[in-house]
């Protein structure tokens, strides 16, 4: 699996340090210490990898998520901003494994995810 072996504090010291440095508003969405949110990061990212050919089985979850995001006070334009701050986590710690495809591929798991996510709270 893609990210079993990773250091969840690295990774999530990387994504969030981006995605505070280009939206600092945001920081006051999360708490302090960090330490649990970048476990959250790397168990969201393991789930969604895992089961790239059966999204659709995670839509309860999904959903569950995305009204836990609600609470949180994200709104539909934050997806963006997250999903930027991953691509460029991506690319900066797969480095000359990133590619063309590979970064498609997220792209394109990124915008499925979020779109059902924002589908889900629409309703």
């Known amino acids: 699996m893609m990210f ?14 981006k995605l505070f440095h280009d939206n600092p508003e ?5 708490p302090k210490n960090m330490d649990e949110q970048y476990k959250k990061l790397i168990d969201m990212l ?3 990898v895992s ?13 569950a998520l995305a009204n836990r995001h609600v609470s ?10 997250v ?11 797969l480095g000359k494994d990133w590619n063309p495809e590979l970064e498609h591929a997220w792209k394109t798991c ?8 924002i589908r889900s709270t629409a309703q």
């Open 83 to 93: 999903g930027d701050a991953l691509l460029w986590t991506l690319q900066q710690g």
């Open 51 to 63: 089961r790239l050919d059966g999204l659709d089985e995670l839509s309860k979850e999904i959903a």
């Open 4 to 17: 079993r072996g990773v250091d969840s504090r690295v990774v999530g010291d990387a994504f969030y340090s």
């Open 110 to 117: 990124y915008q499925e995810l979020s779109e059902s996510m």
């Open 46 to 48: 393991t789930a969604i």
């Open 26 to 30: 945001l920081r006051r969405m999360f």
């Open 72 to 81: 949180y006070g994200v709104k539909h334009f934050h997806y963006k901003l």
